[in-house]
């Protein structure tokens, strides 16, 4: 059963900086995709940005040039470095992995979510 824990999350400033991290385990042949959601209060957890396997980058319009994904495809370890940040990034951040595992079954795996709080 693959598992996925964020951490990272915290009280910044706007305009500041923060790093989340995510870590997949468990019984992991490989992982197609690794993407960051988010969801705020009242609203619908949307795609942040995400990366596939050999390095393809997807981002929501509205943190590009802001935020940055990478992962460590033999870590099973994503990041998301985010810049300038502004009050209306305010949300839970979900780390989302799919892939195979080693009995060759699909998996989509969700962690618990890691709060991020920017302040004006």
């Not at 009280?11 to 490989?30: D, E, H, K, N, T």
């Not at 979900?94 to 890691?114: I, K, P, R």
Request: proline share 2%; net charge neutral.
């Amino acid at each position: 059963q693959v598992r996925v824990v964020e951490s990272g999350g915290g009280l910044v400033q706007a305009g500041g900086s923060r790093r989340l991290s995510c870590v997949a385990s468990g019984g992991i042949f490989s992982i197609r995709v690794m993407g960051w959601y988010r969801q705020a209060p009242g609203n619908q957890r949307e795609l942040v940005a995400s990366m596939d396997g050999v390095g393809r980058e997807e981002y929501a319009d509205s943190v590009k040039g802001r935020f940055t994904i990478s992962r460590d495809n033999v870590k099973n370890t994503a990041w998301l470095q985010m810049s300038h940040l502004k009050p209306e990034d305010t949300a839970v951040y979900y780390c989302n992995a799919e892939g195979l595992e080693t009995n060759a079954d699909e998996f989509v795996s969700w962690g618990q979510g890691t709060q991020v709080t920017v302040s004006s």
